[in-house]
């Protein structure tokens, strides 16, 4: 290994054309009880703190706050809030939707953190506004964030 400083941009190393890798994202011991719940049970989960009594959703293994290990596992419930939104009019190749897509910030009562996910209406939503989760027919799921199939507005 050398310890020189590269001083010129041209003189680092480089790879022309794409790298190709194959990677694996893991879900972690949190994530994984996380989407077991969803899928197996229809339950948001999250993680609380013994010592500040902060729940974390999604779930983590230790309290950001104070690093305490998080044990409890409680049901935070299907409704929530919007925090903030984005109305996406693109796909990621960016050719027009034909019909625009909603992302929210879905927080629940009680809980730091939240879920971002799909938005039922397009001409109603608004921060503040109290939606649901409407989850996909146990049948479906596959432990993932999708087993959610959208928020809806809470009439």
Known sequence: MSLEK???PFNARHWIGDMEADYVYTLGVAGERFFKELKENGKIMGAKCPCC????V???MYCEKCFAKLEEWVDVGKKGVVHTF???T???NGSKLDKPVIYA???????YGGLIHKIDKTNTVHIGMEVEAVLKPAKERTASINDIAYFKPIK
Do not use: A
Request: charged share 15%; hydrophobic share 45%; proline share 9%.
């Open 90 to 92: 693109v796909d990621v």
């Open 58 to 60: 999604p779930p983590k």
């Open 53 to 56: 009594g902060i729940t974390f």
């Open 86 to 88: 984005s109305v996406v």
């Open 6 to 8: 590269i001083t010129n």
């Open 105 to 111: 910030l879905i927080k629940f009562e009680g809980t």
